[in-house]
C-alpha cells in the first residue's frame, strides 16, 4: 500500500510563547533587582595571586591615597542599627527616613556630625561632598573609626544568629557566612594610616581580619591577617 505524501512543508515552531516567557522574566528581575549606590572613593589595591573571594557578609574599612577613611557594612539591618547607637553615643539624631536610606549606601568618609547631610544629598552630590575628610579615626579625641567597628561586628553577629535561627526553626538550610572584617588600602596609600586602621581593630581586641588586593588578572580576593 502506497504512502500519502504528507501535505504542507517543512514544520514551523510558534515563538510567541517563548518571547512572552523572555519578557515577564526581563520584568520580574526589573522590579526585584536591588540597585547598590556607588562608591564614594574608588581605591587601587596592590595585586595578588591569592584566591578566597570577598564575602558577601562583611565590614570593610577602606583608606583611599590620601589617608581618608571609609567604612562600609554589608548587612543592612546592621548598618541601620549601628548607625542608631553611633548617634546615640555621639548625640547626633537621625531620623526613621534617614536611617532606612543609611542602609543602602555602600560606604561612607564624613563626620558623624556631617553624616545626616551626607545621607540627604543626592548621589551626584556625594561625588562632591564637603567636607570629605573621611571618619575620624583619632583614638583619644574622636575615635569614631573604632566605635563603628565595634558597633558594626556586634549588630553584623546579631543579625547573622538571627538569620541562622529563623533558617533552622524552618527547617531551610543555612549557608551564609559569618561577618568578617576586611581592609582596603589603595596602592599609593602611606603605611602609617594602615596602622592606624589596624590599630583601632587591635584595640577592640580584634586580631584577624582580612587585606584586600586585586587578584592578579583581574577580580578582589582576601588575604588573612593573623
Known sequence: MSKKPSKGGAPALDMTPMVDLAFLLVTFFMLTAAFRMAEPVVVDPPSSIGEITLPDNHIMVTIDDKGRVFFGINNPTAKMAALEKMGQKYGVAFTPAQIKKFSGLASFGVDLKDLARYIDAGEKERTNFQPMKGVPNDTLKNPQLKDWI??????????????????????????????????????????IFAKDAIKAFTDLKIYQFNLITTLEGGGTVLNPHP
Open 150 to 191: 565595634a558597633f558594626a561586628g556586634t549588630e553584623a553577629v546579631k543579625a547573622y544568629n538571627d538569620a541562622k535561627e529563623k533558617a533552622q526553626a524552618a527547617g531551610a538550610d543555612f549557608k551564609a557566612e559569618k561577618p568578617r572584617y576586611a581592609i582596603k588600602c589603595d596602592g599609593g596609600t602611606k603605611y
